[in-house]
C-alpha cells in the first residue's frame, strides 16, 4: 500500500492550496483517513479527520478555514486550505485506516508534502 501526498507549496498570507492524496495498493477497503501535520521543533498533530461515511472533525486552529474531503472510488483525500496563515506551515502528511484484502487492519502513512506560508 502507498500513500501520496502532493499539492504543497509556497502561498501568501490569506492563500489557499488543495492538498490532495491517493492511496494505492493492495486495499479492501479504507475507513478513517487523516491529515496532519508537523512544524520544526514540534509535534505532529492532527489536523482533519473524515469517516467513510464523511463525517469530519478538525483541529481547533484551522476550523472554518480547512475542508477534509474524499472521494471513495478513488482512495483520495483532498484538504482545501484557505485563510492560510504563517502558523500553517509545516509538513502535512496523510494517513489512512484501511482493510487489506486478507482483512488485517492497518495504518498507512503518507511521504509528506511542505506547504509554506510567507510573504
Known amino acids: 500500500v502507498q500513500l501520496q501526498a502532493y499539492g504543497g507549496g509556497l502561498v501568501q498570507p490569506g492563500g489557499s492550496l488543495r492538498l490532495s492524496c491517493a492511496a494505492s495498493g493492495s486495499i479492501f477497503k479504507i475507513n478513517a483517513m487523516d491529515w496532519y501535520r508537523q512544524a520544526p521543533g514540534k509535534q505532529r498533530e492532527l489536523v482533519a479527520h473524515i469517516t467513510s461515511g464523511g463525517s469530519t472533525n478538525y483541529a481547533d486552529s484551522v476550523k472554518g478555514r480547512f475542508t477534509i474531503s474524499r472521494i471513495n472510488a478513488k482512495n483520495t483525500v483532498y484538504l482545501q486550505m484557505n485563510s492560510l496563515k504563517p502558523e500553517d506551515k509545516a509538513v502535512y502528511y496523510c494517513?489512512?485506516?484501511?482493510?487489506?484484502?486478507?482483512?488485517?487492519?492497518?495504518?498507512?502513512w503518507g511521504q509528506g508534502t511542505q506547504v509554506t506560508v510567507s510573504s
Open positions: 494517513n489512512a485506516h484501511l482493510y487489506t484484502p486478507d482483512l488485517r487492519r492497518a495504518k498507512y
